[in-house]
Structure formats: C-alpha cells, structure tokens
Nanobody, 125 residues
Framework: QVQLVESGGGLVQAGGSLRLSCAASGRTFSNYAMGWFRQAPGKEREFVATINWSGGSTYYADSVKGRFTISRDNAENTVYLQMSSLKPEDTAVYYC??????????????????WGQGTQVTVSS
C-alpha cells in the first residue's frame, strides 16, 4: 500500500511560478518511478512529467517542456514539480502517481498504481 499526498497548489497569475510537492509513504520510495498528471475542467487526464527511481531520467509532455521540472528527494520520500512561465492552459487538478513495479520513467497512466488526491492549480490571465 502506498499513500501519496500532494500540496503546493493555488492561484497564480500567468507568467508566475508554483512548486508542487508529493509526499509518499507505505513502501520504499526509491524503488519506483513517479509521475505527475493533470486534469482540466471538461478534459481527460493527461501526462505531465515522470522521473525514474534514481532521478537520473525525466520525460515531459510537449506542452510543458522547458517550463516544468520534475525532481525527487528519495531521502525525504518526496517528488516535486517546479512550474514556471505558467499559462492559463495549465489550470487543472494536478495528481501525483507512483508506479506499481516499474523503476523506469513512464508516461503511461496504466503503469501507475497509486494516485494522490490532487491539488488545484489555477492560472489567471
């Protein structure tokens, strides 16, 4: 059993920055890949970023590449999403996720077995 709790969401103006955190518990954090997904109102859930078990490999959705940075601190059992140059299109509920067994970074939601409750990010124009 893995529990994930996101925090750091809020309201920010376009062009601003926000840092999301995801605290994990229930198993050895460093054994698994982590990811961030988001769901905007009226939209399907979409991939945002992923990071492998060690933090050495990352992948991003084209829509956030160059603006968002995913990182992890295995000693603190925490994964982060640093978001910069935010756009109104980034408005969504952001979800942290952990893979069931994979250690490599993956954008496939079916490879993630554990999900947080989500944190709201609202970007105003």
């Amino acid at each position: 059993q893995v529990q994930l709790v996101e925090s750091g969401g809020g309201l920010v103006q376009a062009g601003g920055s926000l840092r999301l955190s995801c605290a994990a518990s229930g198993r050895t954090f460093s054994n698994y890949a982590m990811g961030w997904f988001r769901q905007a109102p009226g939209k399907e859930r979409e991939f945002v970023a992923t990071i492998n078990w060690s933090g050495g490999s990352t992948y991003y959705a084209d829509s956030v590449k160059g603006r968002f940075t995913i990182s992890r601190d295995n000693a603190e059992n925490t994964v982060y999403l640093q978001m910069s140059s935010l756009k109104p299109e980034d408005t969504a509920v952001y979800y942290c996720a952990a893979t069931a067994s994979a250690t490599w970074a993956t954008a496939r939601p079916d490879q993630y077995a554990y999900w947080g409750q989500g944190t709201q990010v609202t970007v105003s124009s």
